[in-house]
């Protein structure tokens, strides 16, 4: 299935390699494709014309035989996940994954919390957390990036819960899911110009036009919509990010339709002033 699939989008890719320095791909993306063939996977995302990926995992692969399938398809992991409670009690587990896939960042995307509970308590430590595991990194010429989910944008005081963090991230940064900030009540664009030096990283994303969004941080799968097509103003965002000079922005798209939808987010892109 995946190797048609990889026929068409030579097609559909062609051209996009433009883009790769700059527009990269979250493999949760593929999170089903891989559970297929992994290697027709990774084939894709080349014919794509997509040269940097954001992962960590190997996909029960062997690393040495996942790093091969790699350095086949030209592509390069310069941002790997890591989870919450290994940046809390075990940074040396992160920093050696990061090594691993020779990644530059380490992004987390959620701090886990009981039954939506999420206030300043949980806001605090959490930034105590990144902080610290984040000089542990620095150390280490490895880049923390914090992905808010959209619970931290509830209010706090005259802002969010999110410019508390912000405004006490010492040792780490954030990459900013331009899905999930709106999700959150936030504005994506204003919040690139507030914290210009802050935000390291982006995840690309759109919103189906009928999504009203909340804070919980939760939302179905299929309101990723293609680039452009959704209420969020991805131009808005790409324009000021590659004024800031961010270095990765990456697709993430989680909808069932990724395969088609990913091509066409890369062809809005291409057409971008």
């Known amino acids: ?3 048609k699939v990889i026929v068409a989008a030579t097609l559909l890719g062609s051209g996009f390699l433009v883009q790769a320095q700059e527009i990269g791909l979250q493999l949760y993306s593929l999170r089903n494709q891989f559970k297929m063939d992994v290697s027709n996977t990774l084939g894709l995302i080349n014919e794509w014309g997509i040269t940097k990926i954001e992962g960590g995992e190997t996909y029960d692969m062997p690393l040495k035989e996942f790093k091969g399938l790699l350095a086949n398809y030209d592509l390069e992991v ?3 996940g890591a989870e919450f409670a290994d940046l809390e009690n075990d940074v040396e587990k992160v920093i050696k994954n990061a090594k691993d896939f020779g990644a530059t960042y380490v992004m987390c995307a959620w701090v886990p919390h009981d039954n939506n509970k999420w206030a300043l308590e949980e806001t605090k430590y959490a930034t105590e957390v990144f902080n610290k595991a984040g000089k542990i990194l620095s150390k280490n010429g490895l880049v923390l990036a914090y992905h808010p ?3 931290e944008f509830r209010p706090y005081k005259n802002g969010t819960l999110f410019d508390y963090m912000a405004e006490n991230a010492t040792d780490f940064t954030f990459e900013l899911d331009v899905f999930w900030a709106q999700h959150g009540g936030a504005d994506p664009l204003a919040l690139l110009k507030k914290y210009p030096k802050k935000i390291t990283l982006l995840h690309l994303k759109d919103m189906d036009k009928d999504v009203e969004g ?3 941080g939760h939302e179905e ?3 990723n919509v293609v680039l452009g097509t959704g209420q969020i103003d991805i131009a808005g965002v790409v324009a000021e990010a590659k004024k800031l000079g961010i270095e990765y922005m990456f ?6 339709n990724v395969v088609t939808q990913v091509p066409k987010s890369l062809e809005y892109l291409k057409n971008l002033k």
């Open 149 to 151: 989910h959209g619970y």
């Open 1 to 3: 299935m995946i190797k």
């Open 221 to 223: 799968d299929d309101t």
């Open 78 to 80: 310069v941002s790997v």
């Open 251 to 256: 697709i993430e798209d989680e909808s069932k």
């Open 214 to 216: 909340n804070n919980t």
